[in-house]
């Protein structure tokens, strides 16, 4: 199974301000997801990062918010701009691989907006 | 798109209880996993099982495709066993994963 790494773990972040969480895999990779959990709530797909073309947004997510980089399949990150306390959130990177497609997930990137 | 609906959405066991969660979904799926996050919110891959039986120390699980429900058993359990439960599927030709609202598993001493 994939191994995946988040950094930021956690975070207190000010209201206005940006941050970027990153996302690494111990393989390479074709998708790559982003996944938000608000506080009590049950995940929501941000976008789909594939290497090489821009990211896909799901309805109620856009670029100018939520900039994904993705400069190899090993690789990905997730901005979240000029936050508000409704960003506060778990913020998840997932992949597929091996049977079936299965999903797996990194640890996750707990931000509180202040 | 698809709808997944879990229940119990909360349950209180225990310790040494047995408890048995379900999924129902609305369509034909191609992927079904179920997710324990525990409580430092960290997703944890229990069962890849989009049909059939499978078992896992004290974990099983069993999905009847054609009548498109998931059952997940959790035996014996422990505290550890604590968290959020969550079944997620995917439709034949996607790839995202759609998320049921979870169950909210405590397992008292």
């Known amino acids: 199974s994939a191994v995946i790494s988040q950094k930021p773990s956690r975070d207190i972040c000010q209201r206005g301000t940006s941050l970027t969480i990153q996302c690494q895999v111990d393989s390479q990779v074709t998708m790559m997801f982003w996944y938000r959990q608000q506080p009590g709530q049950s995940l929501t797909l941000i976008a789909t990062?594939?290497?090489?073309?821009?990211?896909?947004?799901e309805s109620g997510f856009v670029i100018d918010k939520f900039p994904i980089s993705r400069p190899n399949l090993t690789f990905s990150t997730l901005t979240v701009s000029n936050m508000s306390p409704e960003d506060s959130s778990i913020y998840l990177c997932s992949v597929q691989q091996g049977l079936g497609n299965t999903i797996y997930f990194g640890e996750g990137s707990w931000l509180t907006v202040v | 798109g698809i709808q997944v609906e879990q229940s119990p959405p909360d349950l209180i066991l225990q310790e040494g209880a047995n408890s048995t969660l379900r999924c129902n979904f609305s369509d034909s799926v191609n992927n079904l996993q179920w997710f324990h996050q525990n409580p430092w919110g960290q997703l944890i891959n229990l069962f890849y099982?989009?049909?059939g039986t499978k078992q896992n120390g004290r974990l099983s699980a069993t999905t009847v495709a054609t009548e498109r429900y998931s059952l997940l058993y959790i035996s014996s359990s422990q505290t550890t066993d604590s968290g959020v439960y969550f079944c997620?599927?995917?439709?034949?030709?996607?790839?995202?994963?759609?998320f049921g609202a979870g169950t909210t598993v405590t397992v008292r001493a």
């Open positions: 997620a599927v995917t439709r034949p030709n996607d790839y995202k994963l759609s």
């Open positions: 099982i989009p049909s």
């Open positions: 990062a594939n290497q090489g073309s821009e990211a896909t947004y």
